[in-house]
């Protein structure tokens, strides 16, 4: 039986931040899957790092770009205008699912304006199935495309953003509506679970992000090299992070800062004084060699799903010290892999920073124990595998039993 060939849409993509569907993304081809990858919005060079990204990013569909030619939106609307029911049930969909007040109707209404776009795509490609990351605004781009064309769809939900304001994002419409959801930890499940219906509970299964551990090599992690990786924005808690630094012993310490965002400014004027280099985006090559001269991880976020930068560090062997949040405890384990500590402590952070810095044998253990937990239940050999079956199973009739496919 031939595999489904699947459509994988974002908002973005591919960009910096989020190679984990990019991986994902080949990993479902090398199993044999056709995937044609599919953006809202066209990525900005600043976000496109390395000769990988960028010949991703030449073959992704841009739904956006091809909004921009009248003739080619008129056409694809056109196409679904000649299905007068299911284009009209479409536009009701649009209309019912957007959020409160003028500005959410117009929203959903352009929405539908590429959704047509999108799904005129799809059928001209012969896709199988449509599967969406995020589940916000692009998500109800792939919801209406796939109420026009048809063709079945799916998302990923992460968090934790997203439940901040479900509602407005209507995940309950989405999860009843698509063929599955893939929630990347227990902890997304339950949340979504909190706001669908029962009866869809068992189309909620769980797939992990993953990575490659044969990618990151472990070094020997005896220094006081510190590294953090993420965005640099308010939710990721770095200020928490300078404050903690600045408790600790100076001798031979270094923090580097891998990523960007709105605050990088005032994060840099914050360290003033502190032996921190701000890096800016790195691709995922560079991310692995700078985790091989890494002796601690650090992510001290407010909010978070479960963080891929962890994975990549646990893999490098790297102990990592994190907060006790969401669904990090489903990957970290306190005092095995690393130390979880409450979010927004600086007084736990540098305390369980300065206890690992003076113990690189116990640090060696956790590194260790970290790469044995990702080998074993984030593993890009066997994530993307399950996903594969969830897409065959679904196309099949015959979908995957339990919420581990």
């Not at 000769?51 to 003739?71: G, I, M, N, W, Y």
């Not at 400014?265 to 985006?281: C, I, R």
């Not at 003076?358 to 956790?366: F, L, T």
Request: neutral net charge.
């Amino acid at each position: 039986m031939s595999l489904p060939k699947l459509a994988y849409l974002t908002g973005e993509y591919p960009r910096a931040s989020d190679t984990f569907i990019q991986r994902e993304i080949a990993a479902l081809r090398a199993l044999g899957h056709e995937v044609l990858s599919c953006s809202i919005r066209t990525t900005g060079a600043e976000h496109l790092v390395g000769p990988e990204q960028r010949a991703e990013h030449a073959r992704t569909f841009k739904v956006l770009d091809a909004c921009k030619s009248p003739l080619r939106l008129a056409r694809a609307h056109l196409r679904w205008m000649a299905r007068p029911g299911r284009y009209l049930r479409t536009l009701r969909l649009a209309w019912s699912t957007a959020p409160r007040g003028a500005r959410g109707r117009l929203y959903n209404l352009i929405y539908f304006a590429e959704a047509g776009v999108l799904a005129d795509e799809l059928a001209r490609q012969g896709v199988d199935h449509l599967h969406n990351h995020i589940a916000k605004a692009s998500c109800t781009v792939a919801m209406l495309a796939s109420e026009l064309s048809g063709i079945p769809y799916s998302f990923t939900i992460h968090g934790p953003d997203i439940f901040f304001e479900p509602h407005h994002w209507r995940i309950d419409a989405k999860a009843a509506r698509a063929r599955f959801v893939a929630c990347i930890s227990d902890f997304c499940r339950s949340q979504l679970m909190c706001f669908a219906e029962q009866r869809h509970w068992d189309r909620f299964h769980i797939v992990h992000c993953a990575v490659n551990p044969d990618r990151y090599a472990a070094a020997d992690h005896a220094g006081r090299h510190i590294v953090f990786v993420g965005r640099l924005a308010g939710v990721k808690g770095v200020p928490v992070l300078l404050e903690a630094l600045r408790a600790l012993d100076p001798d031979g310490l270094r923090l580097t800062v891998i990523g960007d965002g709105p605050d990088r400014a005032t994060l840099e004027a914050q360290a003033a004084g502190l032996p921190v280099d701000f890096l800016g985006y790195r691709s995922q090559s560079e991310v692995a060699e700078i985790l091989a001269t890494a002796d601690l991880f650090v992510l001290p976020s407010f909010a978070e799903g479960v963080p891929v930068v962890l994975m990549e560090a646990m893999a490098a062997q790297v102990p990592v010290v994190t907060t006790r949040i969401a669904g990090i405890p489903e990957l970290v384990e306190h005092d095995v892999s690393g130390l979880l500590v409450p979010p927004g402590h600086a007084t736990a952070l540098a305390e369980a920073l300065d206890a690992l810095l003076a113990d690189p044998e116990r640090r060696r253990r956790m590194g260790a124990a970290g790469r044995a937990k990702v080998q074993a239940d984030f593993n890009l050999s066997q994530e993307p595998a399950k996903l594969s079956a969830l897409f065959c199973g679904y196309h099949a009739g015959t979908p995957p039993r339990g919420t581990r496919p």
